[in-house]
């Protein structure tokens, strides 16, 4: 019986001793393509280390940040009153290719019911705010002086401030619109698209997409303005330059390149950790800690998890982290691939598909497929695949708002052309050299815009979208949806105003 027991334990001791090499292997060999690969990364020219990324000092007398912080020692923060809680809706869709104007309404109607004095009142109250923030948006830059040496985890308070500002300036237009006041309602709108601008080189992922977001706040209120009829060509063709130089993909290259070099460099960091889990769950503000009732069970259940969160330390120090490294890097790389081919081809659709397929081919269509991290529970897990996953997204919201400036600029083109002719042009082409440079491509597939003029004499101007399947410029969802936004149809549509019936049919409709 006793030599039964050693055989079983050298046995045990075997199959441990087998599993400890071939996790050594492993980590040998999956370090060495870390560094195999990061070289060769190197020698293409590509930036790994992100002090080499870090925005120029910017001269005081260029940058816009003194009257920003300017602009909010006079606005309340957080911000309150019915720009926070019940802003005027702009180019709020009543249904698909539909959407009200908003500056028209003898009340503003969102979640609650404001009166137009109301509005004028709360502007009226933060008006020396915005001066300073048309003036900060008057500079040819506006740098926040961030601390990039604290990594991708710096704090990033002035992002908030950004979107608040764009939520005084989009109010504020369509303020002016309904007293009937275009040129004042001009300027608010151009100085929300010189935020949009001057920002454009902090090398942040989030900074980006915070520009897009109020880029689509800009876009609802663009929308809004070209409804008035009091607009002037002065006006318009300010605008439509303001939206020509929006630009966000090299933006867009320049912030994935610097996601990149901090996710690497957080996974360097993460492995002088004696508990990385520990650390990384700290970084968010969260705790793996468990509270229980203090009884014999729950000192079990805490051995055990203490057990798994240790082996699976010890597992990602020696083997995965290099994995998740790699992974980084590689997926990483194909989204800056991406953005590189979409800044030179003038399109997505190549470029996304290739993404995918290439996304397919590294197994990073599949996070979460390692069993015995899931066994283990492993929360460094979301640093490989899952991450790479969760920055691809950029790309299609990137997309949208490319979609958005295109259909903009269009359609301010065409308005000018009606102010001066007198009627609709009857192709893109009209508008060449008059009023664009060159016929509007659609970022979708690359081919003309989309547009024709209707029987009833309003105009079709239309993307084909996301899936760059021409439907005749449909703007309803596709089947299992029933959202009316632009980019959720079939087509991504310019919306014409919706009838005062159209309307009363959405708030009749509303859920009780």
């Known amino acids: 019986m006793k030599k039964r027991w050693v055989k079983l334990l050298l046995v045990l001791a075997t199959v441990l001793a087998v599993l400890c090499l071939r996790f050594l292997i492993s980590s040998v060999h999956s370090k060495d393509a870390v560094n195999r690969y990061k070289e060769k990364l190197r020698a293409a020219g590509e930036i790994l280390d992100s002090n080499e990324l870090i925005p120029p000092h910017v001269d005081p007398e260029k940058n816009g940040l003194e009257y ?5 020692r006079l606005v309340p923060h957080p911000m309150a009153g019915m720009l926070s809680s019940n802003p005027p809706p702009a180019m709020k869709m009543m249904a698909s290719g539909k959407a009200m104007v908003g500056w028209q309404q003898p009340e503003i109607i969102d979640d609650s019911t404001n009166s137009w ?3 004028e009142q709360e502007l009226q109250s933060e008006s020396s705010g915005m001066d300073f923030l048309r003036r900060a948006a008057g500079r040819p830059q506006l740098n926040f002086e961030l601390a990039y040496s604290q990594g991708a985890y710096l704090p990033l308070p002035h992002l908030i401030r950004m979107k608040n500002a764009a939520m005084m300036l989009s109010p504020a237009v369509l303020a002016d619109l309904h007293r009937g006041n275009s040129a004042s309602a001009a300027t608010n709108l151009h100085a929300l698209l010189l935020m949009v601008n001057v920002w454009k080189d902090e090398p942040i992922l989030i900074s980006q997409l915070v520009r897009i ?3 689509s706040i800009a876009f609802n209120a663009q929308w809004e303005f070209l409804q008035a009829t009091n607009i002037t060509d002065e006006q318009l063709a300010m605008l439509e330059n303001d939206w020509t ?3 966000f993909v090299q933006p867009m290259e320049n912030a994935l390149v610097m996601e990149r070099a901090w ?16 650390t990384y769950a700290g970084m968010f503000g969260s705790s793996s800690a468990r509270s229980g009732s203090g009884d014999w069970l729950d000192t079990i259940k805490d051995v055990g998890a203490s057990a798994k969160r240790k082996t699976s330390d010890t597992l990602w120090h020696f083997s995965w982290s290099y994995d998740d490294e790699l992974n980084v890097l590689q997926g990483e790389q194909v989204l800056i691939e991406s953005a590189r081919q979409i800044r030179t081809d003038g399109y997505f659709k190549n470029a996304l598909a290739d993404r995918d397929r290439k996304f397919a081919a590294l197994g990073l269509a599949r996070p979460g497929t390692n069993w015995l991290r899931d066994q283990l529970d492993d929360v460094l897990a979301g640093l490989g695949p899952e991450s790479v996953q969760s920055v691809a997204h950029v790309l299609d919201r990137l997309m949208a708002y490319e979609t958005f400036r295109t259909l903009a600029t269009s359609a301010i083109a065409l ?3 009606q102010l001066r002719h007198g009627t609709l042009p009857p192709a893109l082409t009209a508008l060449v ?4 440079s060159e016929v509007p491509r659609d970022p979708a597939d690359g081919n003309p815009l989309r547009y024709r003029v209707n029987p009833n004499g309003a105009f079709l101007l239309y993307s084909v979208g996301k899936d760059g399947i021409d439907d005749g410029g449909d703007p309803t969802a596709a089947p299992g949806s029933t959202s009316t936004q632009l980019q959720r149809g079939r087509d991504w549509v310019w919306p ?3 009838t005062a019936e159209e309307i009363q049919k959405f708030y009749d409709n509303l859920p009780k």
Not at 68 to 72: K, S
Not at 263 to 278: D, E, F, V
Not at 433 to 436: A, I, Q, Y
Request: proline letters at 8%; a positive charge.
């Open 263 to 278: 996710a690497s460099l957080n996974i360097q960091k993460l492995r002088t950790s004696t508990s990385p889990s520990s």
């Open 213 to 215: 977001a109020i880029a």
């Open 433 to 436: 050299p008059e009023f664009l």
């Open 496 to 498: 014409q105003p919706a």
């Open 68 to 72: 920003f912080n300017e602009a909010f």
């Open 117 to 119: 004095a109301d509005l």
């Open 245 to 247: 130089n929006a630009r």
């Open 415 to 417: 308005k000018r052309y």
